[in-house]
C-alpha cells in the first residue's frame, strides 16, 4: 500500500495536476496510511474514517482554475456539469463546496458518501478510490480533467470575470498550452514484424503520451495490427505502465481472452477495417476535447445530446470530428469512415484517434498536430474573444 | 391495504402451508430503509427462526422482491430466496431474475414468508385477490418442464424437480424461464414443506416517486454497460454469455481441473464461448427486460449452460465433449439439481475411484443423485458429508461444505479470502473478487497478492448484500456502480440512498448473517480452504507461476480481515447484543 501511496503520488506530481508539495494520500489497511502535508492529513483522516472506501486524495491542483470555477459559479450552485465525456460517463456532475466549509469533514464525507471525486474551494480537489489508491488516482485525475476543460469553456464563452483570472490564464498558456515538441523522440521504423518488438514500441510510444503531458495515463489506448490479430492495451491500463497489459485479440473471434481489452476495441478494429492501418492511438488531450465541443452549427440546431446524436462531420482545423459514445454507443461506426484520409479523427467531448500506416511514429505526431493546433486556435479564439473584457 | 411508500408495497405475505392459512401484514418502514428488500429484508425476517434446522417445518422460506423491481431500472427483476442451507446449515440466500419475480411484486407484495409443510403435495397460488393452496399430486415426481407448463396458464411459476422432492441437499428452485435459486439446496427446503411450485400473478403497479430522475439515472447506467468490455463489449458477455469466460481462465490457469489437482485443461476450447457458439444456433436469452441478455440457448429454446457449469462438467471432471456438458447442464436444469455442486461431487466421487466419471456416465449419475437411488443417495448428500463418509474428507474442495466454483483460488488470492469470509460458504459472488482480480473491474488488482486484500473483500461483500437486497443483477457492476444504483433507487423510493448508505445497509446485512452464523455453531476454523491449496502447486507454464498458497500470509490476511470487520480476531463478535442495535 505504502508502495502504491509513493507511486501516485509521483504521478499526480508528474502529470502537472497537482501542487507536488500540496498532495495527500490516505489509505486504510488494517491500519491508516497517509503521506502529505501535516495540516491536510488530520481532515483526510477525519473523511476517510467517515467513509466505507480504501483511499482518500486531497490535493491542490497545480493552477488556480478551480478555485476560479467555483468562484464563477452562482449562487448556491451545488455541482458542475460538464458535458465532456469523462463526467458524462462517469462522474455525472462534480459537487462544489465552498470555502467555508473547506475544513468541515463532515460536510466533505458527506458529498464523498455520494460521489467519486468533489472540488472544495481553497482546498482544491478530493477523490476516494472504493478498492485501491489507483482509483482515488484515477478518480482525481478525472476531476481535473473535467474541471479544466469547462474552465476553458467557459472563458471562451463569458470572458475573464474575476480578478487575477487573466494573469493567472497567462501562466496556464504558459505551462500547458505551448506547442508540444517531439524532435527528441525515436520510433521503430515499421513494419513491425517480431511480437517482443511490437510490445516494446507500444510501451513505448504509450510513455511518451503521458511523459510529453499530451494525456493523462489512464485516458487512452492503443494498439497495433500484427496479421490476424490485434494487440491492444487492456481495460484499465495506464499508458506509461503498458508492459504486461497488451492483449491479443484475434480477428475471427476465435478466442475470447481479449475481452479484458479495451472498451474501445470495437473501434480499433472498424478503423483497421476501413483503412489497412498498423498502429491506432487514442487519447484524451484536453484542447482537443475542449475544441471539439466548439460548434459553429448550434445556432437554430435543435440536437441536444450533441455528443450521441449529431449527424454531421465537422473539420476542426481540418481533422473530421464526429459524435458517438464509447464502447458500444457507436463511436467504432462513426470513426472508421473519416479517419482514413486524414490519418486522424475527433470525437465530440471524448479525444483524437490517429493512425500510423506503418508505425507509430505517424500516429503520434498526428496526435500531437492535432493538439497543438488546438491549443494555438483556442488561446487565438480567446484573444479575440476577451480583448477588452479582461480585469 | 393502502400503500403510502413509493418502490415498496409495504406489505408481506405470510402462508402456513401446514393449516394453508394466510395473512397479508405490514412490513415496518424501518426494515424497508434499514434493509431494502431481497436477501436483507430475508434476513432479517429470519432473525427469530434462524436457529430452526434447515428442514424443519418451522424454518422459514421467503421470497422477497426489492424496491427496484417492477420498476424500468436495469437488470432489477430480480428477487432473492432466503432460508437456511439444508447443504452448508448456514444462512442463504440466492438471487435469481425473471419474470417470477416481477409478478410476485405485481402481486402486492414484498415478500412471500412460507412456513410449516403442507400435509400432500401442493403448489400455492398467489395473487393481489388471494392465495390459494392446490394439490400437486398429478406433479410430483415430474420434471421442471412438464411441472412448468402445467401450471403457466396461472402465471409465472417457481418450481421443484425430482431432486427437490427428494431433499438432494443442493437442489435448486427453477423459474419457469429457466432461471436457477441455486447452490444451496433450497428446493430440498421447498421439497421438505411439500411444496411442488409456486404461481404467481397480479396487476399492482410499482409506484416510482420521480420518474424523471429514473430515467436519467437509468441512462447513466446504460452509458456505462455500453462502456465496458466485459458487457456490451464485443467478447463480452452480451455476446457469449459468461462461457466468455472460459479462454481467459485458460489463458490465466486458473481453470479447475480433475478435482482442483490442475488449472488448466488444454480441451478446454472444446467449449469456450466461441466453441459453443459454432457449435449451436446461439440466440441471445436473459432475464426479464434485462437489457444484457446474458444467457444463451438454442433456437430450440434449449438453455446453454453457464462458465462455472460448462468448466465443472468439462474440466474438472476431465470431460471435453460439449454436447455431453450442454446434456448435463440440461439434465440438472429438468432434475433441479444445482449444476456446480452436482459436477463437483462428482468429481470428489471420481478422484476417490481413481478415474473421472466418463461423458457417458454422467447422465445415469445425475439421475441416480435426483433420485436417490443407488451411489446416488450418498451422492445426494454432497461432496463434503460424502467425502467424510467415504474417510476421505480432503477430497471435498469446499468451503462450509458448498463446493468451490470454477475459479481456482491458488490463481486469485482475493478469490481464496472470499470464499472462506463469504457467509453462504465457497461462493464466487459474495466479494466477487474476479472483478477486479481478472476482468480488471472497476480497477485491477495484483491477483497473485494479498495485499490490500482484507479491506477490498469487506467493502465488496458490503456492496453485494446491498445489491442482492435492491435486487439487481451482479454482472450491472462490472459497468455501473453504487453511485448510479444509489440514483435509481432514490427515484424509485423518493427515499435518499448515498452510495456509502447502501455499503452501509450492506454491512448491516452481512454481518447479521455471520451471527446467525456464528450462533448456530461455526466459527473461524470454517473459514478456511481445503488443505489441497496450501500444499499441492496449481498447473504453472507460459511464464505464470501457481505456487501454492501461503498458509501464513492467508492466516494473516484473514485475521485482518476479522479486524477490519469489528470482529475479534478470532472472527467473533465483542459486542453479544448487537442484533439487538439493529433495526
Known amino acids: 500500500m505504502k508502495r502504491q501511496i509513493a507511486k501516485y503520488k509521483e504521478k499526480l506530481a508528474a502529470d502537472g495536476s497537482a501542487d507536488p508539495l500540496r498532495i495527500a494520500f490516505l489509505a486504510k489497511d488494517d491500519i491508516l496510511i497517509a503521506e502529505g502535508p501535516a495540516d491536510l492529513l488530520p481532515l483526510g483522516e477525519e473523511i476517510l474514517a467517515r467513509l466505507n472506501v480504501v483511499c482518500a486524495v486531497l490535493a491542490e491542483p497545480s493552477l488556480p482554475f478551480i478555485d476560479f470555477l467555483v468562484r464563477r459559479a452562482t449562487g448556491e450552485e451545488p455541482c458542475l456539469v460538464p458535458r465532456d465525456t469523462e463526467t458524462r460517463t462517469f462522474l455525472h456532475d462534480i459537487p462544489l463546496l465552498r470555502r467555508a466549509d473547506r475544513g468541515d469533514s463532515e460536510k466533505i464525507a458527506a458529498l464523498l458518501r455520494r460521489r467519486k471525486g468533489i472540488i472544495v474551494e481553497g482546498l482544491g480537489i478530493v477523490a476516494t478510490g472504493a478498492f485501491t489508491p489507483e482509483q482515488a488516482f484515477i478518480h482525481y485525475c478525472s476531476v481535473f480533467h473535467a474541471a479544466f476543460v469547462k474552465y476553458l469553456?467557459?472563458?471562451?464563452?463569458?470572458?475573464?470575470?474575476?480578478?487575477?483570472?487573466?494573469?493567472?490564464f497567462a501562466d496556464l498558456r504558459q505551462s500547458w498550452l505551448q506547442p508540444i515538441a517531439i524532435g527528441d523522440l525515436t520510433f521503430a521504423s515499421g513494419p513491425l514484424e517480431d511480437r517482443t518488438a511490437i510490445l516494446a514500441e507500444i510501451a513505448r510510444v504509450g510513455r511518451y503520451t503521458v511523459g510529453k503531458r499530451l494525456v493523462d495515463s489512464a485516458f487512452g489506448n492503443i494498439s497495433w495490427r500484427d496479421g490476424q490479430t490485434i494487440l491492444i492495451s487492456q481495460t484499465g491500463a495506464h499508458l506509461d505502465e503498458l508492459a504486461g497489459c497488451i492483449d491479443p485479440v484475434p480477428n475471427d473471434n476465435s478466442s475470447t481472452a481479449g475481452v479484458t481489452a479495451s472498451s474501445e476495441l470495437a473501434a480499433h478494429r472498424r478503423i483497421f477495417e476501413a483503412t489497412g492501418a498498423r498502429a491506432i492511438l487514442h487519447g484524451h488531450p484536453k484542447l482537443a476535447v475542449v475544441m471539439s465541443m466548439l460548434c459553429e452549427h448550434q445556432a437554430g440546431?435543435?440536437?441536444?445530446?450533441?455528443?450521441?446524436?449529431?449527424?454531421?462531420?465537422?473539420?476542426?482545423?481540418?481533422?473530421?470530428?464526429?459524435?458517438?459514445?464509447i464502447g458500444a454507443g457507436g463511436l467504432a461506426e462513426k470513426v472508421a469512415p473519416v479517419i482514413g484520409e486524414t490519418g486522424r479523427a475527433l470525437v465530440f467531448g471524448h479525444g483524437v484517434f490517429t493512425l500510423g500506416r506503418n508505425g507509430f511514429g505517424e500516429a503520434f505526431a498526428a496526435l500531437v498536430e492535432v493538439e497543438n493546433w488546438c491549443r494555438e486556435e483556442f488561446c487565438r479564439r480567446l484573444q479575440r474573444e476577451t480583448s477588452g473584457t479582461a480585469r | 391495504m393502502k400503500n403510502s411508500l413509493n418502490g415498496w408495497h409495504g406489505s408481506m405475505l405470510r402462508v402456513d402451508l401446514s393449516t394453508g392459512e394466510?395473512?397479508?401484514?405490514?412490513?415496518?418502514?424501518?426494515?424497508?430503509?434499514?434493509?431494502?428488500?431481497?436477501?436483507?429484508?430475508?434476513?432479517?425476517?429470519?432473525?427469530?427462526?434462524?436457529?430452526l434446522e434447515p428442514l424443519a417445518p418451522e424454518m422459514p422460506l421467503v421470497f422477497a422482491v426489492g424496491p427496484l423491481c417492477g420498476s424500468p431500472a436495469p437488470t432489477s427483476a430480480h428477487l432473492a430466496v432466503v432460508s437456511r442451507s439444508p447443504l452448508t446449515g448456514t444462512i442463504y440466500d440466492c438471487s435469481a431474475g425473471g419474470r417470477f419475480a416481477w409478478r410476485l411484486k405485481s402481486a402486492g407484495i414484498d415478500a412471500l414468508f412460507l412456513t410449516g409443510r403442507?400435509?400432500?403435495?401442493?403448489?400455492?397460488?398467489?395473487?393481489?385477490?388471494?392465495?390459494?393452496?392446490?394439490?400437486?399430486?398429478?406433479?410430483?415426481?415430474?420434471?421442471?418442464?412438464?411441472?412448468?407448463?402445467?401450471?403457466?396458464?396461472?402465471?409465472?411459476?417457481?418450481?421443484?424437480?425430482?431432486?427437490?422432492?427428494?431433499?438432494?441437499?443442493?437442489?435448486?428452485?427453477?423459474?419457469?424461464?429457466?432461471?436457477?435459486?441455486?447452490?444451496?439446496?433450497l428446493g430440498a427446503v421447498m421439497g421438505s414443506k411439500n411444496l411442488k411450485a409456486i404461481v404467481v400473478d397480479g396487476d399492482r403497479k410499482t409506484v416510482i416517486a420521480d420518474?424523471?430522475?429514473?430515467?436519467?439515472?437509468?441512462?447513466?447506467?446504460?452509458?456505462?454497460?455500453?462502456?465496458?468490455?466485459?458487457?456490451?463489449?464485443?467478447?463480452?458477455?452480451?455476446?457469449?454469455?459468461?462461457?466468455?469466460?472460459?479462454?481467459?481462465?485458460?489463458?490465466?490457469?486458473?481453470?479447475?481441473?480433475e478435482n482442483f489437482r490442475r488449472t488448466v485443461f488444454d480441451a478446454a476450447v472444446n467449449y469456450s464461448g466461441p466453441a459453443i457458439r459454432r457449435a449451436f444456433e446461439v440466440k441471445k436469452d436473459g432475464c426479464f427486460g434485462c437489457p444484457i441478455q446474458c444467457k444463451k440457448s438454442t433456437k430450440q429454446g434449449e438453455h446453454l449452460p453457464e462458465y462455472e457449469t460448462v468448466s465443472h462438467f468439462g474440466a474438472l471432471?476431465?470431460?471435453?465433449?460439449?454436447?455431453?456438458?450442454?446434456?448435463s447442464n440440461s439434465l440438472c436444469n429438468e432434475l433441479g439439481m444445482d449444476t456446480i455442486s452436482a459436477a463437483a461431487t462428482l468429481s470428489a466421487w471420481g478422484e476417490a475411484q481413481g478415474r473421472f466419471p466418463t461423458a457417458e456416465e454422467m447422465g445415469p449419475l445425475l439421475e441416480a443423485t435426483a433420485h436417490r437411488r443407488g451411489i446416488g443417495d450418498r451422492l445426494a448428500e454432497g461432496s463434503r458429508r460424502w467425502a467424510v463418509g467415504a474417510g476421505k474428507p480432503q477430497l471435498s474442495m469446499s468451503v462450509k461444505a458448498l463446493e468451490l466454483p470454477a475459479y481456482d483460488p491458488r490463481g486469485a488470492y482475493g478469490m481464496a479470502l472470499a470464499y472462506c469470509t463469504s457467509n453462504r460458504g465457497g461462493c464466487h459472488l459474495r466479494a466477487y473478487p474476479i472483478a477486479h482480480e481478472i476482468l480488471r473491474k472497476p480497477v485491477p488488482t495484483d491477483r497473485f497478492s494479498f495485499a490490500g486484500k482484507a479491506r477490498i473483500i469487506k467493502i465488496a461483500e458490503d456492496t453485494n448484500a446491498a445489491i442482492d437486497s435492491l435486487v439487481a443483477c451482479k454482472f450491472s457492476f462490472l459497468g455501473a456502480s453504487l453511485e448510479e444504483y444509489g440514483a435509481l433507487v432514490s427515484a424509485v423510493t423518493g427515499h435518499e440512498f448515498s452510495p456509502q448508505d447502501l455499503k452501509d445497509i450492506g454491512e448491516r446485512i452481512y454481518l447479521s448473517e455471520r451471527f446467525y452464523n456464528l450462533e448456530n455453531g461455526f466459527s473461524m476454523a470454517d473459514d478456511v480452504l481445503p488443505e489441497r491449496f496450501f500444499c499441492e502447486p496449481g498447473s504453472s507454464g507460459e511464464g505464470i507461476e501457481v505456487p501454492a498458497i501461503d498458509r501464513a500470509r492467508f492466516t494473516e490476511e484473514l485475521t485482518k480481515y476479522y479486524r477490519i470487520r469489528g470482529l475479534t480476531d478470532a472472527g467473533r463478535f465483542a459486542d453479544a447484543g448487537f442484533l439487538e442495535r439493529q433495526p
Not at chain 2, 142 to 160: F, W
Not at chain 2, 216 to 239: C, N, T, Y
Request: aromatic content about 6%; overall charge positive; charged content about 20%.
Open chain 2, 317 to 327: 471432471n476431465g470431460i471435453a465433449d460439449l454436447h455431453s456438458i450442454v446434456r
Open chain 2, 211 to 257: 420518474p424523471q430522475r429514473l430515467q436519467a439515472a437509468r441512462q447513466d447506467v446504460m452509458r456505462l454497460f455500453k462502456a465496458s468490455p466485459v458487457i456490451f463489449g464485443q467478447l463480452g458477455i452480451a455476446e457469449y454469455g459468461t462461457p466468455t469466460l472460459v479462454d481467459l481462465m485458460h489463458q490465466r490457469r486458473m481453470a479447475p481441473t
Open chain 1, 301 to 325: 440546431c435543435n440536437i441536444a445530446d450533441c455528443w450521441r446524436q449529431c449527424p454531421r462531420v465537422r473539420f476542426v482545423g481540418g481533422t473530421p470530428t464526429v459524435a458517438g459514445e
Open chain 2, 118 to 185: 403442507a400435509p400432500r403435495p401442493s403448489v400455492l397460488a398467489v395473487t393481489p385477490q388471494g392465495v390459494e393452496v392446490m394439490d400437486a399430486a398429478a406433479l410430483w415426481g415430474r420434471r421442471i418442464e412438464a411441472t412448468v407448463a402445467a401450471l403457466a396458464e396461472r402465471g409465472s411459476v417457481a418450481a421443484i424437480g425430482p431432486a427437490g422432492e427428494n431433499k438432494v441437499l443442493f437442489a435448486n428452485i427453477i423459474m419457469g424461464e429457466g432461471n436457477s435459486v441455486g447452490r444451496g439446496g
Open chain 2, 22 to 51: 394466510s395473512r397479508r401484514e405490514p412490513i415496518p418502514e424501518s426494515w424497508l430503509h434499514g434493509y431494502l428488500g431481497g436477501r436483507g429484508l430475508g434476513v432479517r425476517l429470519l432473525r427469530d427462526f434462524y436457529r
Open chain 1, 153 to 168: 469553456l467557459d472563458v471562451l464563452q463569458d470572458g475573464f470575470l474575476l480578478p487575477g483570472e487573466e494573469a493567472a
